[in-house]
Structure formats: structure tokens, C-alpha cells
Nanobody, 125 residues
Framework: QVQLVESGGGLVQPGGSLRLSCEAS????????MGWYRQAPGKQRELVAT???????TLADSVKGRFTISRDNAKNTVYLQMNSLKPEDTAVYYC???????????????????WGQGTQVTVSS
């Protein structure tokens, strides 16, 4: 079974840092672009950052200069380094793979818009 497993969330004071990780586990053949999204209580899910398989990144305006997205293709893992955290960064953070190719049995399967279960980030004093 293939999963996107997020880790690294938690409680941090304003101005602090956290590093989120998302590992695609299972018999992965390839991952295309991956991204981080977040959803605060009562709000819609929003894009935070994306990174292509070649390393091209995009960041939401609200996190530019504070967050960095990176990936290790050999480990099928994407990271989100979050610095200078603010209370308004509080949300559940979700990892996404826009196209995931993996082996199930003897077959190669392609799935689109694959999501992790989310990890809570709380910024509070």
C-alpha cells in the first residue's frame, strides 16, 4: 500500500521554527510535483508551497521569505522548513503528490491528487 506520511508538526512559540517531512512509502516508481497545503479551522484548504521533480519551487505570498520547500528524490520525501512562525500559520498541514506512480502486485498504477493524513502545526505563546 502506498501512503504519504507527514511528520514534524507540533506546538511552537511565535518566531520559532519547525520542519515538516512527507515520505511516500511503498513501492514507488515515480513522483511528480509535490506540495504542502494547509487548512485552518473554519477556512478553506490553501496552497503553501510546491516543488517539481526537477526542483522548481513556488511559495504562497504569505510564507515567502519564511518557508522553504525541498525534496530528496532518492528518499521520496519532501520537506517544508518553516521559520519565523506566526499564530496565523496555525493549521493542519497536508502533503500532496499531483501524480504518483507505484507498483501494486505486478502492475504499475498511476494515481493523481494523492494526499497525506495531515499534521497539526500550532503557533502559540
Amino acid at each position: 500500500q502506498v501512503q504519504l506520511v507527514e511528520s514534524g508538526g507540533g506546538l511552537v512559540q511565535p518566531g520559532g521554527s519547525l520542519r515538516l517531512s512527507c515520505e511516500a512509502s511503498g513501492r514507488i516508481f515515480s513522483l511528480n510535483a509535490m506540495g504542502w497545503y494547509r487548512q485552518a479551522p473554519g477556512k478553506q484548504r490553501e496552497l503553501v508551497a510546491t516543488i517539481t521533480s526537477g526542483g522548481t519551487t513556488t511559495l504562497a505570498d504569505s510564507v515567502k521569505g519564511r518557508f522553504t520547500i525541498s525534496r530528496d528524490n532518492a528518499k521520496n520525501t519532501v520537506y517544508l522548513q518553516m521559520n519565523s512562525l506566526k499564530p496565523e500559520d496555525t493549521a493542519v498541514y497536508y502533503c500532496n503528490a499531483d501524480r504518483l506512480v507505484y507498483y501494486r502486485g505486478g502492475a504499475r498504477v498511476t494515481d493523481y491528487d494523492y494526499w497525506g493524513q495531515g499534521t497539526q502545526v500550532t503557533v502559540s505563546s
